[in-house]
T-cell receptor
Framework: AQRVTQPEKLLSVFKGAPVELKCNYSYSGSPELFWYVQYSRQRLQLLLRHISRESIKGFTADLNKGETSFHLKKPFAQEEDSAMYYC??????????FGTGTRLTVIP | NAGVTQTPKFRVLKTGQSMTLLCAQDMNHEYMYWYRQDPGMGLRLIHYSVGEGTTAKGEVPDGYNVSRLKKQNFLLGLESAAPSQTSVYFCASQTTNEKLFFGSGTQLSVL
């Protein structure tokens, strides 16, 4: 069965410091992986997806099939990055399995 | 652009009462979903629909029913609310292989 694990419920970093939000998954096939973000008083929205190999708001995420990880990284955190981040996995069957989320706080 | 609209935004129910949450999308999306969000549990899929007239169970379907009579609407019903159904409910819609668009959520408390 598929599972998404985000080991950190809370993560605090100082402004300008690097940030890494961890995501590990278990799935027997080739999943599609996503990061969704929920800023304060806003709705959940897509941040990035691994097949796009893009950088959004300075964030990148690389799929590591050997380690079954999809960690989200940013070299220099900004205050506006403070939000709830969810890693999600799609097995391709019109379903999306979410991790439990990590609340990131960037300290000024 | 309305996107995905959920009503109501807040609701308080007594145990045993029933209610229906409405999700409406104006993007002509085929796929619609209902999730619940609980502390420490992330988002869990309740039910979903791949098209008008079709619904399917998700990860936590018990105690809920859904209907998709019109393509743009996806209704989530609680026939007899229980305190365990206190949660924040999110609706989302999607086209094939595209990102999910979420509603702003419904905060439900069952006393």
């Amino acid at each position: 069965a598929q599972r998404v694990t985000q080991p950190e419920k809370l993560l605090s970093v100082f402004k300008g410091a690097p940030v890494e939000l961890k995501c590990n998954y278990s799935y027997s096939g080739s999943p599609e992986l996503f990061w969704y973000v929920q800023y304060s008083r806003q709705r959940l929205q897509l941040l990035l997806r691994h097949i796009s190999r893009e950088s959004i708001k300075g964030f990148t995420a690389d799929l590591n099939k050997g380690e079954t990880s999809f960690h989200l990284k940013k070299p220099f955190a900004q205050e506006e990055d403070s939000a709830m981040y969810y890693c999600a996995l799609s097995p391709g069957a019109n379903n999306l399995f979410f991790g439990t989320g990590t609340r990131l706080t960037v300290i000024p | 652009n309305a996107g995905v609209t959920q009503t109501p935004k807040f609701r308080v129910l007594k145990t045993g009462q029933s209610m229906t949450l409405l999700c409406a999308q104006d993007m002509n999306h085929e796929y619609m979903y209902w999730y619940r969000q609980d502390p420490g549990m992330g988002l869990r899929l309740i039910h979903y629909s791949v098209g008008e007239g079709t619904t399917a169970k998700g990860e936590v379907p018990d105690g809920y029913n859904v209907s998709r009579l019109k393509k743009q609407n996806f209704l989530l019903g609680l026939e007899s609310a229980a305190p365990s159904q206190t949660s924040v409910y999110f609706c989302a819609s999607q086209t094939t292989n595209e990102k999910l668009f979420f509603g702003s959520g419904t905060q439900l408390s069952v006393l």
